[in-house]
T-cell receptor, first 116, second 114 residues
Framework: AQKITQTQPGMFVQEKEAVTLDCTYDTSDQSYGLFWYKQPSSGEMIFLIYQGSYDEQNATEGRYSLNFQKARKSANLVISASQLGDSAMYFCAMREADSGNTPLVFGKGTRLSVIA | DTEVTQTPKHLVMGMTNKKSLKCEQHMGHRAMYWYKQKAKKPPELMFVYSYEKLSINESVPSRFSPECPNSSLLNLHLHALQPEDSALYLC?????????????FGDGTRLSIL
């Protein structure tokens, strides 16, 4: 079964508007971490934000925030005040931690295009 | 600028060539990773090194041979590659393989097999 689901292959947003990128996950572990990465066309994977399964507060990093709804197993990324430089592929990823050394599993990604 | 440095940025090689990809980090991380990424797909894990020992090999063909000479360096030796091996190869590091520290990625090496 797919562990990370990103249902939006592509999204468009107007510059300066906010946008939400969806991510749902599937795990039976109690301890896990959720991550969002940005990948511009140049190729580098840029770490944006992290949410731990036991964190009670939603994570925030500058213009990025993570809307964590544990019961629904969703971890949506919210980008506020979009900029042209936000145009990129965005990957949601999860790492299960109950059994220790487990790999990071990525979703298929959402391509965000910011329009001037 | 990324704190994980990968060289070369681009590599074109024939199927009979031998080449190596290099990755270096100076963040004191003890876990290092190789990923392969095809166009429009997410990265796929190839190898994980933990404290300079290979801990995960995701059934990668033997034409890919990883090496971790020390805690800062990670190499990927390539030999007799196939055209389907053309991809972006990403190196990453994290504090260790336990816990929930994020993995930090390099810029990648774009590999083309002729």
């Amino acid at each position: 079964a797919q562990k990370i689901t990103q249902t939006q292959p592509g999204m468009f947003v107007q510059e300066k508007e906010a946008v939400t990128l969806d991510c749902t996950y599937d795990t039976s572990d109690q301890s896990y971490g959720l991550f969002w990465y940005k990948q511009p066309s140049s190729g580098e994977m840029i770490f944006l934000i992290y949410q731990g399964s036991y964190d009670e507060q939603n994570a925030t990093e500058g213009r990025y925030s993570l809307n964590f709804q544990k019961a629904r197993k969703s971890a949506n990324l919210v980008i506020s005040a979009s900029q042209l430089g936000d145009s990129a592929m965005y990957f949601c990823a999860m790492r299960e931690a109950d059994s220790g050394n487990t790999p990071l599993v990525f979703g298929k990604g959402t391509r965000l295009s910011v329009i001037a | 600028d990324t704190e994980v440095t990968q060289t070369p940025k681009h590599l074109v090689m024939g199927m009979t060539n031998k080449k190596s990809l290099k990755c270096e980090q100076h963040m004191g991380h003890r876990a290092m990773y190789w990923y392969k990424q095809k166009a429009k797909k997410p990265p796929e894990l190839m190898f994980v090194y933990s404290y300079e020992k290979l801990s995960i090999n995701e059934s990668v063909p033997s034409r890919f041979s990883p090496e971790c000479p020390n805690s800062s360096l990670l190499n990927l030796h390539l030999h007799a590659l196939q055209p389907e091996d053309s991809a972006l190869y990403l190196c990453a590091s994290s504090q260790d393989t336990w816990g929930q520290q994020p993995q930090h990625f390099g810029d990648g090496t774009r590999l083309s097999i002729l």
